[in-house]
């Protein structure tokens, strides 16, 4: 791939395995719309993105090369090469048609907070109220930023939503999940949970963390594990993931923990990888649904 700059736009030219719809589709993440022009625009660590398709060419909008390099880069997994994950992967049947099917999908590398409540906020909801429960989290407590004449909001720290009560996190109409959330920020604020101590455990360890949140199962901290900590073997099990296995692999494969166990012999290191192929497949093809 190479990097261009043109009119305060950077240009990535011969940019493969760059599916925007798949990269934002594929179930990962949550501050992401499509614009009437096709575009999609979001907003990370604090930043606001519009960023398009053409041919081969991804266009990061009004960003400049610091942020391209110091953010996006990274945020984007651009430096992962996945042509080669997908050749190996590709070696499974199942999975060949899996990877051709969402070709295009990158794992973002999230900010490790915002990727712990928005799996929480997750937890047993649907994609279009997970995003409504975000955007008014973010809408009232976070910061604003001004991006091509626009006021987005950033995704609220941990300082900020420790000192809230229920009643006061209550206007963004999470349910049960504002507890959650309350703890979350309360363990993290304090410091009884550290995120830079997270991010530097081992595997077992990091999940262990994970799981003395109130409301962090193992499906969502096993998704915080490979999207906020990119631990990329790891293998979040949900409802598709589970009908694909059976429909595909492993019909006695009654129980998350024996999903993740197969996926462990068959994939490896990769699993994490294997896992949003499959997703996506699944989903979008009601892989599973009579």
């Known amino acids: 791939m190479e990097i261009l700059k043109e009119n ?4 990535l030219a011969g940019a493969l395995d760059f599916e925007l719809s798949h990269i934002f589709g594929c179930g990962q993440c949550f501050r992401w719309e499509q614009e009437p022009d096709g575009a999609y625009l979001g907003v990370a660590r604090g930043k606001v993105l519009k960023v398009a398709k053409s041919a081969d060419r991804v266009i990061f909008f009004d960003t400049s090369e610091d942020d391209f390099q110091n953010i996006w880069r990274s945020y984007f997994d651009l430096d992962t090469d996945y042509s080669q994950v997908k050749s190996v992967l590709s070696q499974d049947e199942i999975l060949d048609k899996a990877v051709a099917f969402g070709h295009g999908i990158r794992l973002l590398r999230q900010e490790l907070w915002e ?7 997750s937890a ?10 975000i955007s008014t989290l973010c809408r009232t ?13 950033t995704f609220p720290g941990p300082e900020r939503l ?8 209550g206007c963004i109409k999470a349910g049960f999940r504002d507890k959650y959330i309350l703890d979350a920020a309360k363990k993290v604020y304090s410091g009884e949970i550290q995120l830079s101590a997270l991010a530097n455990a081992g595997d077992r360890q990091a999940k262990q963390m994970l799981l003395q949140i109130d409301g962090v199962g193992n499906k969502v901290a096993d998704c915080v594990m490979l999207f906020g900590l990119a631990r990329r073997a790891w293998f979040p099990v949900d409802v598709w993931i589970r009908r694909i296995i059976q429909y595909y692999y492993f019909q006695d494969a009654k129980t998350a923990d024996d999903v993740a166990a197969f996926s462990r012999e068959r994939f490896g290191e990769l699993g994490g990888f294997a896992q949003q192929y499959l997703f996506f497949y699944a989903r979008e093809n009601k892989i599973g649904i009579a």
Request: aromatic letters at 12%; a positive charge; one cysteine or more.
């Open 162 to 169: 420790a000192g809230l009560s229920l009643a006061d996190i």
């Open 115 to 121: 990727c712990i409540i928005s799996f929480i906020i």
């Open 8 to 11: 305060g736009n950077i240009i």
């Open 141 to 153: 407590f976070g910061d604003p930023v001004i991006y091509q004449g626009n006021t987005y909001y």
């Open 124 to 133: 047993g909801n649907n994609i279009p109220r997970i995003k409504k429960i």
